[in-house]
């Protein structure tokens, strides 16, 4: 993928800008941007806290250091879950951006939740919400939660509702929030326009099952702390407790009623809360400190005035509490620093990790003629459980290709190679996605010579490997020529050189109309992924299935540059003219008709005998419909109708396949922006083009050619010439971002004009 596109960019964007800005190197820019994030936390949580607290500093400090075990102990640390916001999540895991959104989202928080008449305080408002959803995606939702909860605190807390201060905080509230989303429109509209090419699902199971006991007493405390601040309650505290309760409500219940389509992981708005729930935590700790120094004061009085001395002054005694809350916070440091366990991967930081790897990454900077697959070995073997990341990323930052990626919903292609690497490796890391492959028992214990045939098609050329089943297994493979044997891990090469990243199909492919789903789905849901996955099991490449984007039968557009059509979903605007072109194509070539109750397939099984080369494929009925939980082998599909319809499919593809015109062979260089197809000589018959690159509606064709998804979507064209593919903005995009732009400005003028009118008095007075 050319840039991030469903991930919000805010801290791409700062890496960059350090980076280009030439201050750092890129590496450097990198961690800086990370750590003092992540250094910063406990200055979010003190700055939200003195916010709420209406400026008690002894309350600010206290959350600020009830939050430090969160980080640090991984004892702390949700059941074998990267939570977001820790230190091992941070900067082992890769989850590099929720805490710069926590920062940004407490420090617009703090600024909405209290009320003021201050005219910069809209513009602010706006531009810090509109931050945080560009930086972190749960904790822009966090915000929107929060923002619900401070109007309805306000209405409930506020008596004079016809106040001046009441109404001009009412509106600050109100507009902010859609200044906020018209600021963001230039990242939002794209990535809703493309939403349906975001892979993922929702986390299944209860959040209960990854809660460490410990967590159970953290919940206890801002209980109690929660009641000792309603007794002395603050502006801030109500939308806060209704904020912190929606938050926990949601996150309870989303497993049972988050919709398919939503990447809802309620994991990670859990470690947001556990954050948030330091500042009650610290509320109770102040009270505390506060209770134990006024004892102390009392002992103080007490024994002066039994020796008859002169009480202490007012002065005398604000110094003694704040003396005794300094030495109190102290020692409360000093015990959490005490008791914070090392964590659990403490040893990833050390020489010894890169170590490990650094042989791999030397090796791969000298072989760059094939793609790389890299076992997940995950806690199978004595080293860090980070180095299957680490390679991962490391080998893509340093221009080798990887079939692996750590954060695979950018790409549909992770469904098939998420379960080709999981295939091949001791461990199966499926995550995030909804793909029959990894629940496909079958599949999984093909031989590997299958998978490796697989891996060769996608385009690897190298197998990463670290444990010692997978290691013998490709030492006695004989599609194996070469193994590499650096330290802990062994790189095993094929003996046969992968095909080109672009070329020329031998065969036309068959075109699938059908519906589009990369969320989570059913097992006997169809769909073009379900038949590509199909195909992709069958390991059968010579016709592959492609998908158009236009569902319409009557305005498919390229139909006679296939070899054959499978029509599973029937979507149209005029029937008689979709069923004369079917008719016509179905003299020649195969079409193959899934049985349906739509009226036009019912004209055309009542008119068989005028198609030709048609075949009708009925589907079953009683089939139960049952999610895919992709959590690893745990069915048979062998025997499910539609494995048999797919050898059904490929008996008529494989009987009536139509050879590709020549010329079989051509050129071409893949860009991050463009890519460029070169034919040898002009044809008469546009041909095929396979790009082996991820599909993604922002490649287009620049002489407005389609471009379409194929098995395992990767790219398919058509060209009888030269052809060129550039990765753009579409004019929805353009115009969000025009509508962003323009609204910024306006929001920069307002905060100007207090001090262009400051500035225009000085003017008048010095004229004067």
Not at 71 to 84: A, I, M
Not at 146 to 156: C, D, E, S
Not at 246 to 251: F, S
Not at 557 to 584: T, V, W
Request: some cysteine; glycine content about 4%; proline content about 7%.
């Amino acid at each position: 993928m050319p840039v991030p596109n469903f991930y919000p960019p805010l801290f791409y964007w700062c890496v960059s800008l350090l980076h280009h800005l030439h201050l750092f190197s890129f590496a450097s820019s990198f961690k800086l941007v990370l750590a003092t994030s992540v250094l910063l936390l406990p200055v979010a949580i003190w700055t939200l806290a003195w916010a709420l607290g209406d400026g008690d500093r002894t309350f600010a400090t206290a959350a600020a250091l009830a939050c430090i075990p969160l980080l640090l102990d991984y004892r702390f640390r949700l059941v074998l879950f990267p939570s977001g916001l820790d230190y091992v999540s941070n900067f082992q895991v890769g989850l590099y951006t929720q805490p710069l959104g926590f920062i940004l989202f407490a420090a617009w928080f703090a600024l909405y939740v209290r009320p003021s008449t201050k005219r910069w305080r809209l513009p602010v408002a706006s531009i810090l919400l509109a931050l945080t959803i560009l930086a972190n995606f749960f904790n822009a939702v966090t915000a929107a939660v929060f923002i619900v909860a401070t109007i309805i605190g306000n209405l409930l807390l506020t008596k004079s509702k016809l106040s001046r201060a009441f109404r001009q905080t009412m509106r600050t509230q109100l507009i902010s929030p859609f200044l906020a989303a018209g600021l963001v429109l230039f990242w939002v509209v794209p990535m809703i326009s493309e939403y349906r090419y975001f892979v993922t699902r929702p986390l299944s199971g209860s959040v209960f099952d990854y809660v460490p006991p410990v967590m159970w007493i953290w919940y206890g405390l801002p209980i109690v702390g929660f009641l000792l601040w309603l007794l002395r309650p603050t502006v801030g505290l109500l939308p806060y407790m209704i904020g912190c309760l929606t938050l926990e409500v949601a996150i309870i219940l989303s497993p049972r009623f988050a919709p398919g389509w939503f990447p809802f992981q309620p994991l990670r708005f859990l470690a947001t809360l556990n954050l948030l729930l330091a500042i009650p935590i610290g509320y109770l700790v102040a009270a505390i400190i506060r209770a134990l120094a006024g004892i102390c004061l009392k002992v103080v009085e007490w024994s002066k005035s039994w020796r008859h001395s002169s009480p202490l002054p007012a002065r005398t005694k604000t110094v003694f509490k704040s003396a005794a809350s300094i030495t109190l916070l102290l020692s409360l440091s000093l015990v959490i620093f005490l008791i914070v366990e090392t964590p659990y991967f403490s040893g990833s930081f050390s020489a010894g990790a890169n170590e490990r790897i650094d042989p791999v990454l030397n090796f791969a900077r000298t072989h760059q003629d094939g793609r790389y697959l890299v076992e997940y070995s995950m806690y199978t073997y004595s080293g860090s459980a980070s180095d299957v990341r680490a390679l991962s990323s490391y080998l893509g930052a340093q221009g080798n290709e990887v079939v692996n990626v750590v954060f695979r919903e950018a790409s549909p292609n992770s469904i098939f190679f998420n379960a080709l690497t999981g295939a091949i490796s001791s461990f199966a890391d499926t995550f995030g996605i909804s793909s029959m492959l990894v629940e496909d028992i079958d599949f999984n214990q093909q031989p590997l010579a299958r998978h490796l045939a697989r891996a060769k098609f996608t385009g690897v050329k190298y197998i990463v490997a670290a444990s010692p089943r997978v290691k013998k297994s490709l030492s006695e493979e004989p599609l194996v020529s070469t193994k590499y044997d650096l330290g802990t891990w062994s790189v095993f090469e094929l003996r046969e050189d992968p095909p080109p990243q672009i070329q020329v199909l031998p065969y036309k492919p068959a075109l699938v109309m059908s519906t589009l789903s990369l969320k989570q789905r059913t097992r006997n849901h169809y769909d073009f992924v379900r038949f590509a996955e199909e195909q992709f099991v069958d390991g059968w490449f010579d016709v592959l299935l492609a998908w158009s984007a236009e569902p319409k039968l009557d305005r498919i557009r390229e139909l006679d540059q296939f070899g054959a059509l499978i029509l599973e979903h029937y979507e149209y605007d005029n029937e008689d003219a979709a069923f004369e072109k079917l008719r016509s194509f179905a003299q020649t070539r195969p079409l193959i008709l899934f049985a349906s109750n739509d009226k036009l397939f019912a004209r055309i099984r009542n008119s068989l005998a005028a198609f030709t080369h048609a075949t009708i494929i009925e589907r079953p009925t009683n089939e139960p419909d049952e999610w895919l939980t992709s959590e690893g082998p745990s069915y048979h599909y062998n025997d499910s109708a539609m494995r048999k319809q797919w050898q059904q499919i490929r008996g008529l593809l494989e009987n009536q396949k139509i050879p590709t015109a020549s010329p079989q062979h051509l050129t071409g260089e893949i860009k991050s922006q463009a890519i460029t197809v070169d034919l040898p000589e002009h044809s008469s018959e546009r041909v095929p083009v396979l790009i082996r690159v991820s599909y993604h509606p922002n490649w287009r064709r620049s002489d407005g050619a389609p471009v379409y998804p194929v098995t395992p979507f990767f790219m398919l064209t058509f060209a009888n010439d030269n052809a060129g593919l550039r990765y753009g903005r579409t004019w929805s995009d353009w115009t969000a971002l025009c509508g962003s732009a323009l609204l910024f400005g306006y929001l920069c003028l307002l905060l100007a004009r207090p001090t262009l009118s400051e500035l225009k008095s000085l003017i008048n007075h010095g004229g004067r």
